[in-house]
């Protein structure tokens, strides 16, 4: 491939290992802020 340097097979599984984690708390940020957001809306009245 044109204009990309080549990686050497452990740190790009490295990278893929690193980039699933990001994931996986990008996944558990957006459901917390999904599950905040879906409070009845009576407990927000009483704030």
Do not use: K
Not at 6 to 21: D, M, T, Y
């Amino acid at each position: 491939m044109a204009g990309f340097p080549r990686i050497s097979a452990g740190p790009q599984l490295r990278l893929v290992e690193f980039n699933q984690q990001v994931l996986d708390n990008l996944d558990r940020i957006i459901t917390a802020l999904e599950d905040d957001h879906e409070e009845p809306e009576d407990a927000a009245d009483a704030s």
